[in-house]
């Protein structure tokens, strides 16, 4: 009975055992944690429930019977420009997403491997122009689109939306994927440099491999923008047709003549949709980019 005694009270981890404090420490971070899931879920469920729930009216009444049916759906499809806003917003996000990608892959990699001067002066103007929010330069950008315009009559608000969306990531993302790489051996570039690489290909070869899942994650956030942003479409965008989702869903809750309280959670909900495909895409480069990046061959 001893010898099972003795094994009963082994401590077999490399981790000290929790004391009365730490076990004290982990339950009421589990009860935070319980609250934040509820504070989330709550809302999506109701979300899910009234788009969902055909007994709503205009409003959304949260005690009401449940009666399953798709005519908020219908309603979205049909009397609104749901699926023009839907266009509109990818358009916006993807060509967004693909600029800030280019230019931030570019500009971090030479603050990374280069030294130049004015460096440190220009890195320090990057965390500087952070503090600033984008709505801030909004006559600036009705005289930029009004000068563009003039000489490429084609040039849109859209166009000038993208440029705003795609210009402000650029400062931000470009610190932070500096600091990714700057993990990142220089020995690999030079081994690669005494292979025969130029800049360009251990730029295209060595460093963008490596650096995939940054990419990845910037490109994510890049897309996600558009989708969330309110301010900039509802001022820029002057017709119904050019909205982005957020303006355009913000119309079936502001104005009495349209409003469907059911409808927007239904346009809510479907707004997901986008987010969750393009996170699902680059699912396997936030996995993978790490372990197929400087792999010599």
């Not at 002057?238 to 502001?254: D, H, K, V």
């Amino acid at each position: 009975m001893g010898m099972f005694k003795k094994k009963s009270d082994l401590y077999l981890s490399d981790k000290q055992p929790l004391t009365l404090m730490g076990k004290i420490g982990i339950f009421f971070s589990y009860i935070v944690l319980l609250f934040w899931s509820l504070a989330i879920l709550w809302p999506l469920y109701q979300m899910v429930v009234s788009a969902f729930n055909g007994a709503q009216g205009q409003y959304l009444m949260l005690n009401r019977d449940f009666n399953f049916s798709i005519k908020h759906f219908k309603y979205l499809f049909e009397e609104t420009l749901y699926l023009r806003w839907v266009v509109n917003t990818i358009f916006i996000a993807i060509t967004s997403a693909i600029l800030t990608l280019i230019i931030v892959s570019f500009t971090g990699f030479a603050y990374s491997r280069y030294r130049f001067k004015g460096r440190k002066a220009s890195l320090m103007t990057i965390m500087l122009i952070q503090t600033i929010p984008a709505f801030a330069g909004i006559t600036a950008y009705f005289t930029m689109h009004s000068i563009i315009s003039s000489v490429i009559p084609s040039f849109s608000r859209q166009m000038m939306l993208i440029l705003i969306y795609s210009g402000g990531g650029i400062a931000g993302n470009t610190f932070i994927l500096k600091g990714y790489l700057d993990s990142i051996s220089s020995e690999l570039d030079d081994a690669a440099k005494i292979d025969g690489c130029s800049n360009m290909k251990v730029y295209r070869l060595i460093i963008m491999p490596i650096a995939r899942p940054m990419l990845a994650i910037i490109a994510l956030w890049s897309f996600i923008g558009p989708f969330m942003d309110y301010l900039l479409p509802k001022v820029l965008l002057t017709s119904p047709e050019s909205y982005t989702l957020a303006a355009g869903l913000f119309t079936l809750i502001n104005d009495f003549r349209t409003l469907n309280q059911p409808a927007f959670a239904a346009g809510g909900l479907l707004t997901a949709v986008p987010i969750v495909i393009m996170f699902t895409l680059l699912q396997k480069q936030l996995v993978s980019g790490l372990s197929k990046g400087s792999v010599k061959g």
